[in-house]
């Protein structure tokens, strides 16, 4: 029972390089969201989808962009990373939104990101 | 805009102690309210949610109340262990309209160390 899986866990890059952060859930859930993650900020939402095809900007969506091609996949792309963007990436998903009914979000175990 | 604060940010309890954790939010127009454990290195796990209908939620050892007037929830777990040591955050989402999706807005969490 996989649940949601983040790729990869690990990743290190330069300033000005790019990289796609990958997640997919095997709950046939509607909703996916990605979120970043800072020492003591809690969870800031980045860009979240509502459906295949669909996307939309959360709280934190400058320098990032999303895919959603596949409902069960959700994509978080970083074109030109900068050190601003180390953090913790987790990816979530939900059977519907979580402001019209009570399902919880599931969470992935994260993506760990350094930018130097 | 919702705020959503934890105090304190970091908790040290001798085993069997009860735990005591609060979570306050600015605007009492919630849908819903959710408590999450996060361990070193993973993702959330979804502990309970409370309806915003309802006073209080159980499961096992873990009882939480809100009092949405307050603007107020607090998690108690009872005769703590040491594998409750953990990061609990609390999360408010509002209600989905049609300029709002309901998103979700976090706490920084509370750090638990449970002493044996």
């Known amino acids: 029972n996989a649940g949601v899986t983040q790729t990869p866990k690990f990743r290190v890059l330069k300033t000005g390089q790019s990289m796609t952060l990958l997640c997919a859930q095997d709950?046939?859930?509607?909703?996916m969201y990605w979120y970043r993650q800072d020492p003591g900020m809690g969870l800031r939402l980045i860009h979240y989808s509502v459906g295949e095809g669909t996307t939309a900007k959360g709280e934190v969506p400058d320098g990032y962009n999303v895919s959603r091609l596949k409902k069960q996949n959700f994509l978080l792309g970083l074109e030109s990373a900068a050190p601003s963007q180390t953090s913790v990436y987790f990816c979530?998903?939900?059977?519907?939104?979580?402001?019209?009914?009570?399902?919880?979000?599931?969470f992935g175990d994260g993506t760990r990101l350094s930018i130097l | 805009k919702q705020e959503v604060t934890q105090i304190p940010a970091a908790l040290s309890v001798p085993e069997g102690e009860n735990l005591v954790l609060n979570c306050s939010f600015t605007d009492s127009a919630i849908y819903n309210l959710q408590w999450f454990r996060q361990d070193p290195g993973k993702g959330l796990t979804s502990l309970l949610l409370?309806?915003?209908?309802?006073r209080e939620q159980t499961s096992g050892r873990l009882n939480a109340s809100l009092d949405k007037s307050s603007g107020r929830s607090t998690l108690y777990i009872a005769a703590s262990q040491p594998g409750d040591s953990a990061t609990y955050l609390c999360?408010?989402?509002?209600?989905?309209?049609?300029?709002?999706?309901?998103?979700?807005?976090f706490g920084a969490g509370t750090q638990v160390v449970v002493t044996p």
């Open positions: 409370i309806q915003s209908s309802q």
């Open positions: 709950m046939n859930h509607e909703y």
């Open positions: 979530a998903s939900s059977l519907t939104g979580t402001g019209n009914s009570n399902q919880p979000q599931h």
């Open positions: 999360a408010v989402s509002s209600y989905m309209t049609t300029d709002s999706w309901g998103k979700l807005q």
